[in-house]
């Protein structure tokens, strides 16, 4: 059974509106949570992450919200570029450093301008 | 400032073959991981290290597949007699802080 999911497949978004990418998990021990991007024939970029004791965190352009009690993050891309078109995926990690990360299977937004 | 590097690129291989991945991590970065990525999935953790040891060896699919880092720096991902089924992007990242981890480019695996 997955752990994080990521129910959208897929996303596409006008440039310069608001992309929000939403991901699910399901183990309560996790603690941190991080958002990585990822181009084709590249690796995971590391964006942005949150640890379980805040709601948000912004960085630029890219805010992530954290709902505990929903077990529910999302990342917020505004305005959102057609250089953000890529594959976006949750990842979560337990409360012990150097654990491994769980991922989602991934959300690919497209950016149109 | 060199990010986490992986040779080959690309490894095709036939059925029944031996492989070595290596993985190169980001200086002074402490903690290695290894995962594997099939088409249409997230990463999946194959293996984990701090330093020169296995912490976390529990992802590895079964004993074909071994990883050693003998010098608490370059990690080699070996797997014996391929198998179709292990065709896969793995990738390497490395980590100072065991939260945020720093990926390499990956290496595509195709068995023929």
């Known amino acids: 059974d997955q752990q994080v999911k990521q129910n959208s497949p897929s996303l596409s978004v006008q440039e310069g509106r608001i992309s929000i990418l939403n991901c699910d998990y399901t183990?309560?021990?996790?603690?941190?949570f991080l958002w990585y991007k990822k181009y084709p024939a590249e690796g995971p970029t590391f964006l942005i992450s949150?640890?379980?004791?805040?709601d948000k965190n912004e960085d630029g352009r890219f805010t992530v919200f954290l709902n505990k009690s929903a077990k529910h993050l999302s990342l917020h891309i505004v305005p959102s570029q057609p250089g953000d078109s890529a594959v976006y995926f949750c990842?979560?990690?337990?409360?012990?450093?150097?654990?491994?990360?769980?991922f989602g299977k991934g959300t690919t937004l497209s950016v149109s301008s | 400032g060199a990010g986490v590097s992986q040779t080959p690129s690309n490894k095709v291989t036939e059925k029944g073959k031996y492989v070595e991945l290596r993985c190169d991590p980001i200086s002074g970065h402490t903690a290695l991981y290894w995962y594997r990525q099939s088409l249409g999935q997230g990463p999946e953790f194959l293996i984990y290290?701090?330093?020169?040891?296995?912490?976390?060896d529990s992802g590895l699919p079964n004993d074909r597949f071994f990883a050693v880092r003998p010098e608490g720096s370059v990690s080699t991902l070996k797997i014996q007699r391929t198998e179709r089924g292990d065709s896969a992007v793995y990738l390497c990242?490395?980590?100072?802080?065991?939260?945020?981890?720093?990926f390499g480019p990956g290496t595509r695996l195709t068995v023929l």
């Open positions: 183990n309560s021990m996790f603690d941190y």
């Open positions: 990842a979560a990690i337990g409360n012990q450093a150097g654990t491994a990360l769980i």
């Open positions: 990242a490395s980590s100072q802080t065991g939260n945020e981890q720093f």
């Open positions: 949150i640890s379980s004791i805040k």
């Open positions: 290290f701090q330093g020169t040891g296995a912490a976390d």
